[in-house]
């Protein structure tokens, strides 16, 4: 399942569109670059549905700094690298801690809505971190005040061409190099090349692989898996971090998130007797790292044969909560649960793919003239499980290096890019064509129950059976958007699984069931994959030069 396609469609007529730097991906790693980018060059900035649908725009707890009065980037240093469990790269986690807060004091420029008191920035605490550190806005609203700043930045104040409802397809790579993107328009159905002589990889995560998630529908994992298929490395997939409060009640599309700040506030789980458990699992409580708490919510659920738990925040005043949690409390009326009298269910929820593509510290990845930034990477700043409220920092940190990088690609190009012509191949595939929903149900169903957050050597190997079987069968005469993003999330959950099989350990996000130890002797490492050249994406992904 490595080869791109567009079945069908070869023969209709491109468009074609030619940037400087072509940033895919409208989230805050996005945004970020193409904003910096703008600065110096033409930028097109592509998002697959609006700005407003992206995991940023979602974010509610805020983004960690060491801003506050007492901290420092080495205590924020030493908390990454303890909840990442042994697999974070230092180097990297020293640029994040480092470079961090003024890059946070920038968006504060921009964004003038983060919560103060008297003129004073207020700092949340989430767990894992020593101390407060996590800025927010409109209490936990964060990731959409943040998407509004920088949006009207990018549209307003700078020279990004904005395109919207645009699926990228496949990366355009010639000789091994990224040339830019394949993309079909979701509104008219037309097939875009953009040219670029860099290209910047920002689409997020794969949530939406698990089918039960916190992240909007757009979160298919395209970016690794077009990544890859172009021969990319990518790493650490088998690391996909479940947060502990996802709301646990049926017929949720995107689960409602309930953030982690509600706990740094005082907020309790408790298992069904009404009992506070976390306080036996880690003398943190309630506040442990992530991984932690996912552990001892599952060792709880298992023991009363219950699938959730529950978060208690009766204790707090009801309307200090609904101040500083509006889209939370919002969101539970619309359950019709009130935060302030009830105890609200909550079970573990697919949330953050920590893996990716890989890069180094500037954001380049193995492909020449491709970056990454954001979700979709795998800079190693998470190690084996992420720190809360690391991520948005990760995008707006590594975006900007991207930024300060990318002349190395655009300065030794020059006009040659521009000049460039293609032909796609034909690569129409042909039999009976399949139900793009059906498969994803399937595949979403094997993931979730086979693959989760408790894995074994026996529900691996039989979901790797079963998503070599969907994928044997798999046909489309017709590829859109659900069929491309079909066959991507299949790419990435078949890898999935097998980094989770391969992986008999358990550490950080990944637990293992019949590995219930890390073992570092074996398994302090990543494990990167890369596809063969002969495999690459030879097909409709590689352009031609034509003559
Ligand atoms: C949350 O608000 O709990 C999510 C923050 C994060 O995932 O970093």
Same mark, same amino acid.
């Given at each position: 399942?490595? #080869?791109?396609?567009?079945?069908?469609?070869?023969?209709?007529?491109?468009?074609?569109?030619?940037?400087?730097?072509?940033?895919?991906?409208?989230?805050?790693?996005?945004?970020?670059?193409?904003?910096?980018?703008?600065?110096?060059?033409?930028?097109?900035?592509?998002?697959?549905?609006?700005?407003?649908?992206?995991?940023?725009?979602?974010?509610?707890?805020?983004?960690?700094?060491?801003?506050?009065?007492?901290?420092?980037?080495?205590?924020?240093?030493?908390?990454?690298?303890?909840?990442?469990?042994?697999?974070?790269?230092?180097?990297?986690?020293?640029?994040?801690?480092?470079?961090?807060?003024?890059?946070?004091?920038?968006?504060?420029?921009?964004?003038?809505?983060?919560?103060?008191?008297?003129?004073?920035?207020?700092?949340?605490?989430?767990?894992?971190?020593?101390?407060?550190?996590?800025?927010?806005?409109?209490?936990?609203?964060?990731?959409?005040?943040?998407?509004?700043?920088?949006?009207?930045?990018? #549209?307003?104040?700078?020279?990004?061409?904005?395109?919207?409802?645009?699926?990228?397809?496949?990366?355009?790579?010639?000789?091994?190099?990224?040339?830019?993107?394949?993309?079909?328009?979701?509104?008219?159905?037309?097939?875009?090349?953009?040219?670029?002589?860099?290209?910047?990889?920002?689409?997020?995560?794969?949530?939406?692989?698990?089918?039960?998630?916190?992240?909007?529908?757009?979160?298919?994992?395209?970016?690794?898996?077009?990544?890859?298929?172009?021969?990319?490395?990518?790493?650490?997939?088998?690391?996909?971090?479940?947060?502990?409060?996802?709301?646990?009640?049926?017929?949720?599309?995107?689960?409602?998130?309930?953030?982690?700040?509600?706990?740094?506030?005082?907020?309790?789980?408790?298992?069904?007797?009404?009992?506070?458990?976390?306080?036996?699992?880690?003398?943190?409580?309630?506040?442990?790292?992530?991984?932690?708490?996912?552990?001892?919510?599952?060792?709880?659920?298992?023991?009363?044969?219950?699938?959730?738990?529950?978060?208690?925040?009766?204790?707090?005043?009801?309307?200090?909560?609904?101040?500083?949690?509006?889209?939370?409390?919002?969101?539970?009326?619309?359950?019709?649960?009130?935060?302030?009298?009830?105890?609200?269910?909550?079970?573990?929820?697919?949330?953050?793919?920590?893996?990716?593509?890989?890069?180094?510290?500037?954001?380049?990845?193995?492909?020449?003239?491709?970056?990454?930034?954001?979700?979709?990477?795998?800079?190693?700043?998470?190690?084996?499980? #992420?720190?809360?409220?690391?991520?948005?920092?990760?995008?707006?940190?590594?975006?900007?290096?991207?930024?300060?990088?990318?002349?190395?690609?655009?300065?030794?190009?020059?006009?040659?890019?521009?000049?460039?012509?293609?032909?796609?191949?034909?690569?129409?595939?042909?039999?009976?064509?399949?139900?793009?929903?059906?498969?994803?149900?399937?595949?979403?169903? &094997?993931?979730?129950?086979?693959?989760?957050?408790?894995?074994?050597?026996?529900?691996?190997?039989?979901?790797?059976?079963?998503?070599?079987?969907?994928?044997?069968?798999?046909?489309?005469?017709?590829?859109?958007?659900?069929?491309?993003?079909?066959?991507?999330?299949?790419?990435?959950?078949?890898? &999935?699984?097998?980094?989770?099989?391969?992986?008999?350990?358990?550490?950080?996000?990944?637990?293992?069931?019949?590995?219930?130890?890390?073992?570092?002797?074996?398994?302090?490492?990543?494990?990167?994959?890369?596809?063969?050249?002969?495999?690459?994406?030879?097909?409709?992904?590689?352009?031609?030069? #034509?003559?």
């Amino acid at each position: 399942m490595t #080869r791109p396609y567009v079945a069908s469609r070869a023969d209709e007529v491109l468009h074609r569109r030619s940037f400087d730097v072509l940033v895919l991906g409208g989230g805050i790693a996005g945004m970020t670059a193409a904003i910096g980018a703008a600065r110096r060059w033409r930028v097109g900035l592509l998002t697959q549905s609006t700005l407003e649908e992206t995991t940023t725009f979602l974010a509610q707890g805020g983004i960690a700094a060491a801003i506050g009065e007492g901290d420092s980037p080495g205590l924020h240093f030493e908390d990454t690298l303890k909840a990442g469990a042994g697999l974070c790269d230092e180097e990297a986690v020293r640029v994040l801690v480092n470079e961090g807060p003024d890059r946070v004091r920038e968006l504060m420029e921009i964004c003038p809505r983060f919560d103060k008191v008297d003129g004073q920035i207020v700092l949340g605490r989430e767990g894992a971190h020593s101390l407060p550190r996590i800025v927010h806005a409109g209490g936990d609203a964060t990731g959409s005040e943040v998407t509004s700043a920088l949006a009207e930045a990018a #549209r307003l104040g700078s020279r990004v061409q904005l395109y919207e409802d645009e699926f990228v397809i496949d990366l355009l790579t010639l000789e091994g190099r990224c040339m830019g993107a394949l993309t079909l328009n979701l509104a008219d159905g037309g097939l875009t090349l953009n040219v670029a002589m860099v290209t910047v990889l920002a689409t997020g995560g794969a949530g939406q692989v698990y089918g039960r998630t916190t992240n909007p529908a757009v979160a298919t994992g395209d970016g690794v898996a077009m990544a890859y298929r172009a021969g990319a490395a990518v790493r650490d997939l088998e690391f996909v971090q479940f947060h502990p409060t996802g709301l646990a009640v049926p017929g949720q599309k995107t689960v409602q998130l309930i953030t982690e700040a509600l706990r740094g506030e005082g907020a309790y789980l408790r298992n069904a007797a009404g009992e506070r458990f976390m306080t036996a699992h880690d003398p943190r409580g309630e506040l442990a790292s992530r991984d932690i708490v996912v552990r001892a919510m599952v060792a709880e659920m298992r023991r009363e044969g219950t699938d959730h738990v529950f978060l208690d925040a009766t204790h707090l005043d009801a309307g200090w909560l609904q101040q500083r949690f509006p889209s939370v409390t919002a969101g539970l009326r619309e359950h019709g649960l009130d935060l302030a009298t009830q105890l609200i269910p909550v079970a573990p929820v697919c949330h953050y793919f920590i893996g990716g593509v890989v890069t180094d510290v500037w954001g380049r990845t193995t492909v020449p003239g491709l970056y990454a930034s954001g979700e979709v990477a795998s800079t190693g700043v998470h190690g084996a499980n #992420r720190l809360a409220s690391n991520s948005l920092l990760e995008g707006l940190v590594f975006s900007d290096r991207v930024v300060r990088d990318v002349d190395r690609y655009i300065g030794r190009l020059g006009e040659d890019v521009r000049r460039l012509s293609f032909d796609i191949p034909e690569a129409v595939m042909r039999g009976r064509s399949s139900d793009a929903g059906e498969a994803r149900r399937r595949l979403t169903g &094997i993931m979730q129950s086979e693959v989760g957050v408790l894995r074994r050597r026996e529900d691996l190997q039989k979901a790797l059976v079963e998503l070599g079987e969907l994928t044997s069968e798999i046909r489309f005469d017709v590829m859109g958007e659900a069929e491309y993003q079909v066959l991507n999330m299949l790419t990435l959950g078949t890898q &999935i699984a097998k980094c989770a099989l391969l992986r008999e350990e358990s550490r950080g996000v990944h637990l293992r069931d019949d590995f219930p130890d890390v073992d570092d002797e074996r398994w302090r490492r990543h494990i990167t994959l890369r596809l063969p050249e002969h495999e690459r994406s030879e097909g409709v992904g590689e352009v031609r030069r #034509r003559g």
